[in-house]
């Protein structure tokens, strides 16, 4: 217990498990596909869904607009608009289907198949997952190319906004916590969950998916 409590809740690799060759496979980029690997003419299509009203959407964020939907339905360019006092939070909005399938199944793959999960948060202090970051192996022309063209999809929240910093988090299934109740320094904070339909089971006590609170922290 007291060395759990050292190390934060994660295990200490002992001389033996050095002697087995711990070290040459722990935080190793042992495989690393590519996207220009995985679907080669990825560069030819476009990443976002273009049946989305980007301009409406653009509207929801800066409260000139709101639109009620059902949790199933994303907003298209032939929804209608509301009022803008029928808008309840300026600066928060969900997107539904935000990606295409395909490129929704490029990133699942390399993020479920690329072995650059090099940060472990530690149990105790954070939670119980990795994370990967972009100056650290999470690094592949797709997500830059992702991050181009939602600049270009919705230029008036971007504008001024340049990419700063891209990070990805993956839980064990077998842990029933994920990233604790926390607040991200940005001007533009874009979260994507994509975890498959059958994996997002909603507990009691947990509720399933992302958690966004609107309140200032």
Do not use: C
Request: glycine residues 8%; aromatic residues 12%.
């Amino acid at each position: 217990l007291l060395e759990l409590q050292r190390t934060k809740g994660l295990y200490a690799f002992t001389k033996d498990d050095y002697a087995a060759g711990i070290g040459s496979v722990y935080n190793k980029a042992l495989y690393m596909a590519t996207a220009d690997e995985l679907y080669p003419g990825w560069k030819q299509h476009d990443l976002l869904n273009n049946a989305l009203d980007w301009e409406g959407i653009q509207r929801d964020w800066f409260g000139e607009s709101a639109v009620t939907q059902t949790e199933s339905t994303p907003r298209t360019k032939k929804e209608a608009t509301a009022t803008p006092s029928e808008s309840e939070t300026f600066g928060v909005i969900v997107i539904d289907d935000l990606l295409t399938p395909r490129t929704l199944s490029l990133i699942r793959q390399l993020l479920l198949r690329n072995t650059h999960w090099f940060q472990t948060k530690t149990p105790l202090e954070f939670g119980k997952y990795v994370g990967s970051y972009v100056d650290d192996g999470l690094h592949d022309p797709l997500f830059l190319e992702l991050a181009k063209q939602l600049h270009q999809a919705m230029p008036r929240i971007m504008k001024g906004h340049d990419l700063m910093y891209m990070w990805a988090y993956k839980y064990d299934s077998e842990f029933e916590s994920g990233i604790n109740l926390h607040a991200d320094q940005a001007a533009v904070n874009v979260n994507m969950w994509i975890s498959m339909e059958e994996a997002d089971l909603e507990e009691e006590g947990y509720g399933g998916g992302v958690g966004v609170f609107t309140a200032k922290p």
